[in-house]
């Protein structure tokens, strides 16, 4: 559970240091690299909320020129690879393949007959007068332009006849895979954009995953990679698995854009998906706890990413502001990794650990003060004290677990 935000981390530092009345007496506040990253004293970070989602889903579109004779299967139904889904009607299929024939053979035939003319147009312009010439041109140009014209619709309608052969020859329509159908397009639905839905959708089974969400505070605490417990709700089962993406590009809107827009504090959430090693006894729709975990395989310093402005010299030789081993301020080379844009962090591949302490660099700031650490471990309830110096009861702030509502885990 967080107790205390970054802005509170850096007043502490400044009014410490302002607050003291002799040089000797300067002190600076440092807190724990696992609390600003999210990553708890014991190697767990905070919990979210999820739901198990298929891993997949099969998207089945029908033919826009035929008819479906039956339908095989309803909502809710579970299919097997290679289940006949439903069947198309022969007979329309019939007669729309000899319409499409007999139209090939009335535009080749009009080919035939436009070839004809301009050979007869091309004679009679020779022996015209000069003044007759160009009339007989631009006859012969019309021609051309019918011949090629046509060429084109033959084109079209052999693909065409060539699609209907395809649909005769396969008018059991099957399942690709297992799974449950979960909607039926009967009525012709299109969406928002005019593009027609799927006939049949089917999710997947057997092989499920589990989505969350991430929001922009709690966002350091979770990455590609990270290995994740997850809980289910009614029993003590647990799952192993770990994050394979986070999609950082769709945040998630809100249901009422109005006040999202007023609202400059809102923070935004990101779906985040995890690959279970095992997914027994899970239920799709089935919701859970999601238990980032710090270690596990994982080496010391993997996983941490540091806000930016937690950094000094990044284009140089970067360095931290971080309590020695003597309890004093010092200043702490550091070695980084990639550059995560969206978050403002830096990964950390040396030189810092998620228990080592560390503040926000200020210009008051020098080696040797002494530090006062605070972390998770440090808050007394009612905020009474933390480690090495006291806090105003009006300091303390108390939020809820970082956790999304599980009212808002959905599809």
Request: charged letters at 25%; hydrophobic letters at 35%.
């Given at each position: 559970?967080?107790?205390?935000?970054?802005?509170?981390?850096?007043?502490?530092?400044?009014?410490?240091?302002?607050?003291?009345?002799?040089?000797?007496?300067?002190?600076?506040?440092?807190?724990?690299?696992?609390?600003?990253?999210?990553?708890?004293?014991?190697?767990?970070?905070?919990?979210?909320?999820?739901?198990?989602?298929?891993?997949?889903?099969?998207?089945?579109?029908?033919?826009?020129?035929?008819?479906?004779?039956?339908?095989?299967?309803?909502?809710?139904?579970?299919?097997?690879?290679?289940?006949?889904?439903?069947?198309?009607?022969?007979?329309?299929?019939?007669?729309?393949?000899?319409?499409?024939?007999?139209?090939?053979?009335?535009?080749?035939?009009?080919?035939?007959?436009?070839?004809?003319?301009?050979?007869?147009?091309?004679?009679?312009?020779?022996?015209?007068?000069?003044?007759?010439?160009?009339?007989?041109?631009?006859?012969?140009?019309?021609?051309?332009?019918?011949?090629?014209?046509?060429?084109?619709?033959?084109?079209?309608?052999?693909?065409?006849?060539?699609?209907?052969?395809?649909?005769?020859?396969?008018?059991?329509?099957?399942?690709?895979?297992?799974?449950?159908?979960?909607?039926?397009?009967?009525?012709?639905?299109?969406?928002?954009?005019?593009?027609?839905?799927?006939?049949?959708?089917?999710?997947?089974?057997?092989?499920?995953?589990?989505?969350?969400?991430?929001?922009?505070?709690?966002?350091?605490?979770i990455a590609e990679g990270t290995p994740v417990l997850v809980h289910s709700r009614v029993d003590d089962l647990v799952w192993k698995g770990t994050v394979s993406t986070i999609d950082w590009q769709n945040p998630v809107q809100q249901d009422n854009r109005y006040y999202a827009e007023q609202d400059t504090t809102a923070s935004s959430k990101y779906?985040?998906?995890?690959?279970?090693?095992?997914?027994?006894?899970?239920?799709?729709?089935?919701?859970?706890?999601?238990?980032?975990?710090?270690?596990?395989?994982?080496?010391?310093?993997?996983?941490?990413?540091?806000?930016?402005?937690?950094?000094?010299?990044?284009?140089?030789?970067?360095?931290?502001?971080?309590?020695?081993?003597?309890?004093?301020?010092?200043?702490?080379?550091?070695?980084?990794?990639?550059?995560?844009?969206?978050?403002?962090?830096?990964?950390?591949?040396?030189?810092?650990?998620?228990?080592?302490?560390?503040?926000?660099?200020?210009?008051?700031?020098?080696?040797?003060?002494?530090?006062?650490?605070?972390?998770?471990?440090?808050?007394?309830?009612?905020?009474?004290?933390?480690?090495?110096?006291?806090?105003?009861?009006?300091?303390?702030?108390?939020?809820?677990?970082?956790?999304?509502?599980?009212?808002?885990?959905?599809?």
């Amino acid at each position: 559970m967080r107790k205390i935000s970054t802005i509170l981390v850096l007043g502490l530092t400044v009014s410490a240091i302002a607050g003291c009345g002799s040089q000797s007496e300067e002190v600076a506040y440092v807190e724990s690299v696992g609390m600003i990253c999210g990553i708890g004293p014991v190697g767990l970070t905070d919990t979210f909320a999820g739901v198990v989602t298929p891993q997949s889903e099969k998207e089945i579109q029908k033919s826009g020129e035929e008819a479906v004779a039956e339908l095989l299967v309803a909502v809710g139904d579970e299919v097997k690879a290679d289940q006949v889904l439903f069947t198309y009607d022969t007979e329309q299929i019939t007669l729309n393949l000899e319409k499409a024939k007999l139209e090939l053979e009335q535009m080749k035939n009009t080919i035939s007959v436009k070839q004809k003319e301009k050979a007869n147009l091309e004679k009679e312009k020779n022996q015209a007068s000069s003044d007759q010439k160009l009339q007989y041109t631009l006859e012969i140009q019309e021609a051309d332009a019918t011949i090629l014209e046509t060429q084109y619709n033959i084109s079209a309608k052999e693909k065409e006849i060539e699609k209907m052969n395809e649909t005769l020859n396969s008018l059991e329509v099957k399942s690709p895979i297992n799974g449950i159908v979960q909607s039926i397009n009967e009525n012709g639905e299109t969406d928002d954009y005019g593009n027609p839905r799927p006939y049949i959708t089917i999710v997947e089974t057997g092989a499920y995953k589990v989505k969350g969400y991430v929001n922009e505070s709690n966002a350091s605490a979770i990455a590609e990679g990270t290995p994740v417990l997850v809980h289910s709700r009614v029993d003590d089962l647990v799952w192993k698995g770990t994050v394979s993406t986070i999609d950082w590009q769709n945040p998630v809107q809100q249901d009422n854009r109005y006040y999202a827009e007023q609202d400059t504090t809102a923070s935004s959430k990101y779906a985040f998906y995890v690959e279970l090693e095992n997914d027994e006894n899970l239920m799709m729709g089935q919701h859970v706890y999601l238990e980032m975990q710090y270690g596990d395989g994982m080496e010391a310093g993997s996983g941490i990413q540091l806000p930016s402005y937690y950094l000094n010299d990044v284009e140089g030789e970067p360095w931290v502001w971080a309590q020695g081993k003597n309890g004093k301020l010092e200043k702490r080379e550091v070695v980084l990794g990639e550059y995560q844009e969206e978050m403002d962090t830096y990964y950390i591949e040396d030189g810092l650990e998620i228990t080592d302490y560390i503040t926000f660099p200020e210009d008051t700031l020098e080696e040797g003060m002494t530090c006062v650490t605070y972390d998770e471990a440090s808050f007394e309830e009612g905020g009474e004290s933390i480690e090495g110096g006291v806090m105003p009861e009006e300091s303390v702030i108390t939020d809820e677990p970082v956790t999304v509502d599980e009212t808002e885990v959905t599809e």
